[in-house]
């Protein structure tokens, strides 16, 4: 009995998971719950208020009265109202009970292996010491790398800091394409350490693991579990937009937990917050020490009537003829996936190889993994590629960058993808526009302040 009880623990602890969904025996559950060693929660609840009634989902945190549906439940036999925020990890409902493990704290092994070998850089171990030291505090720090600083590299000794002392750690992005990239640097440096990775899809773990790779949106599930939380790309979409999301990384939290932030492009509030609290490392310089890409704006005008009527705009189709016959892999930004699948058929007349991708398209991963091996030439993507990937010597360019969609940070992001590699630090970082926008001159402006402050 001990042994299923410990089990069940091994599970659920740190965990905020429906109660009818939990994969262990109902009797095992109840007697568990009777024993006060599970504790349950309400899914929604509802008070009365000034204004009428407000609803609170207790998995996801969410308070935005739009998201909250009423319908008739056969479970309860009444009026019963679920939130719509994280409807697709299941439907929580006024009658959904929620567990949460409440009996013995889990204990996780001190003994860890970083077998990570390279050297940093003298600004990269200064920000890696000052992250541990704002972690000693328990003082949330703020990591701002420019692209291709080696912000994950920088990371591996305070994650490895934290692992020796027993904690339990979590590694978060807003994106699933930033995690794939990250899953397998973080087990080839941690070996013997027991990793689970989490994103839309994918099954928890019945193991308990100390360190946790996930996409914030899973984060919802979790409830003071982690003893850290590293949060990569902090100003990606949608969690910067998303209130709920943020709510997750502190609902996560184990009380009075450092939060720390890693970015190249970080919010001013990110800036200001970690300023007044003295925990903030930047990093104007390239890890390979090379400067950042400028970007090249080039007119390209009427491209959205010559993609519509079939046509391939001159200057466009140069750029990418120039890139196949040099063999150098390509990736090419659209603001809209109906003009990217548009002029999709047009660039595989160049090249049949050649795909396109977005977020909801079912072979995105498998397609960036035969770019990197040079299997595709090129790839046409949203914006959901201009971050958290790295592909050798790949030369980048932007359709239409005078959309609105190409912030600043977008665009700083999108450059960030070339001149990764320490033997091709440079290549094309080609602005394609029908006009230059504001976001287009600050993105250019930042870039070059950022290379001043890296000493060219």
């Not at 466009?316 to 990217?340: A, D, S, T, Y």
């Not at 190889?353 to 090129?378: I, Y």
Request: overall charge positive; some cysteine; proline content about 5%.
């Amino acid at each position: 009995m001990k042994e299923v009880d410990e089990a069940v623990n091994k599970f659920l602890a740190g965990r905020i998971w429906h109660r009818e969904h939990i994969p262990f025996p109902i009797e095992q559950i109840d007697r568990l719950i009777s024993e006060k060693q599970i504790t349950l929660m309400r899914g929604i609840t509802t008070k009365k208020a000034v204004f009428g009634i407000k609803h609170f989902c207790n998995r996801c945190h969410n308070d935005n009265q739009s998201l909250f549906t009423h319908f008739d439940c056969a479970k309860c036999k009444g009026p019963c109202t679920y939130c719509r925020n994280c409807l697709k990890m299941a439907r929580v409902s006024n009658c959904t009970e929620l567990a949460i493990w409440s009996g013995e704290a889990l204990q996780f092994p001190t003994e860890h292996r970083l077998d990570w070998h390279s050297e940093l850089t003298n600004l990269q171990q200064q920000a890696s010491d000052e992250l541990i030291a704002s972690h000693k505090q328990k003082k949330s720090h703020l990591i701002s790398a420019v692209c291709g600083a080696g912000k994950t590299e920088i990371i591996f000794e305070p994650i490895a800091y934290c692992l020796k002392r027993g904690e339990r750690i979590c590694l978060a992005a807003p994106r699933v394409d930033v995690i794939l990239e990250l899953e397998p640097r973080l087990r080839a440096a941690f070996p013997e350490t027991t990793i689970d990775v989490l994103y839309g899809g994918q099954k928890p773990s019945l193991e308990p693991t100390q360190l946790i790779l996930a996409t914030t949106h899973q984060l919802y599930r979790f409830h003071e579990a982690f003893d850290a939380l590293f949060i990569d790309e902090a100003d990606a979409f949608p969690y910067t937009a998303d209130v709920t999301l943020q709510r997750a990384v502190q609902k996560a939290a184990k009380p009075n937990a450092p939060i720390h932030f890693i970015t190249a492009t970080p919010s001013q509030k990110l800036l200001q917050d970690a300023n007044k609290r003295k925990a903030l490392s930047e990093l104007p310089r390239r890890y390979h020490g090379h400067p950042l890409p400028m970007p090249t704006f080039t007119a390209l005008w009427r491209y959205q009537q010559q993609i519509n009527k079939g046509k391939l705009p001159k200057v466009l189709r140069q750029w990418i003829e120039k890139c196949l016959q040099n063999k150098q892999p390509f990736l090419l930004f659209f603001h809209h996936i109906q003009l990217m699948n548009e002029a999709l058929p047009l660039i595989q007349a160049l090249d049949p190889k050649v795909e396109a991708v977005h977020a909801a398209h079912p072979d995105r991963k498998q397609f960036v993994v035969e770019l990197r091996n040079k299997e595709r030439p090129g790839l046409l993507t949203t914006t959901i590629l201009e971050r958290g990937i790295t592909i050798r010597n790949v030369q980048v360019a932007v359709i239409g960058a005078e959309q609105s969609i190409f912030t600043k940070s977008a665009l700083i992001q999108i450059g960030g993808r070339v001149g990764r590699s320490k033997d091709a630090p440079a290549g094309d970082f080609i602005l394609f526009h029908h006009g230059i926008s504001y976001a287009m001159d600050d993105a250019k402006k930042e870039i070059a302040k950022l290379n001043v402050k890296g000493g060219f």
